[in-house]
């Protein structure tokens, strides 16, 4: 029997991170705090805190989806995120075989090229494959510099985004800009969105773009459409990234939402 719970379901396949600062803990936190019951599968077992990265250790992509088909079978999963992957080959691959056991799975793609620590995932992505993984995917979350390593032929992380943004919608983050406000920018079905708040004095925070993209995932769990899940995963991590001056941030629930 499936357990009686008021909250949505949302899946994150992610890398797991010893500190909890970035990762599935730091998704499943993000989706706690903000209403949404988190399920996690893990891609990969790092060695790492907030400010050191060691090693990863894959996990293969048949046990990956063993951990997600128990999943799937028992949970009513209607969003999933997918972060840290051992390749894009891989990627595309899990990325089909959860279309396949159910095309109307809302995926988001959270780009980890490199760790906060300084080390290297991924380098110049193929551009076929990287075209055909967006056009599976509900949301792609780069940062600017992940932008720029998806696309290197690109001059800019804002022409990166749009060229991105033919294949799928695209929010790029802001917090490797310059200037007083920090602007993350949806670009979707031809519009794009803006959402700007003041750049914190002392916002560092380990694993910032897990949790942006867990707090989109969970308000579109929560059913928003995608502006207004962007506009509120912003608002959320702008939060986390104020709650102290560490590099390992606090959850909490900004918008007030009520967790059943």
């Not at 792609?140 to 919608?169: I, K, R, V, Y």
Request: aromatic share 6%; with cysteine; glycine share 8%.
């Amino acid at each position: 029997m499936l357990p009686n719970l008021m909250r949505p379901y949302a899946l994150t396949i992610a890398g797991f991170d010893p500190s909890a600062g970035a990762g599935v803990l730091a998704d499943v936190k993000t989706l706690e705090a903000s209403g949404v019951y988190g399920l996690a599968a893990c891609t990969a077992i790092t060695v790492q805190n907030d400010v050191s990265f060691e090693r990863v250790n894959w996990v293969p992509l048949t046990s990956i989806q063993d951990q997600i088909l128990l999943l799937l079978v028992r949970f009513p999963v209607q969003v999933v995120k997918i972060s840290l992957i051992e390749n894009l080959p891989t990627l595309l691959d899990l990325i089909r075989w959860l279309k396949a056991y159910n095309p109307a799975l809302q995926i988001v793609w959270d780009p980890v090229l490199r760790a906060t620590a300084g080390y290297q995932f991924h380098t110049r992505p193929d551009y076929g494959l990287l075209q055909a993984i967006c056009r599976e995917l509900t949301l792609l979350t780069p940062n600017q510099p992940e932008a720029l390593g998806l696309l290197p032929s690109a001059l800019t992380a804002d022409e990166a985004a749009a060229t991105l943004a033919t294949w799928c919608p695209v929010l790029l983050k802001g917090g490797h800009a310059q200037g007083l406000r920090a602007t993350d920018v949806l670009l979707a079905e031809g519009r794009r969105y803006e959402f700007s708040g003041p750049r914190l004095r002392h916002g560092a925070k380990h694993g910032s773009g897990c949790v942006l993209s867990a707090a989109v995932l969970a308000r579109l769990a929560l059913g928003d459409d995608l502006p207004t899940a962007c506009q509120a995963g912003k608002a959320y991590t702008a939060t986390f990234l104020g709650s102290n001056d560490s590099l390992l941030g606090y959850h909490s629930n900004p918008l007030g939402v009520h967790a059943n």
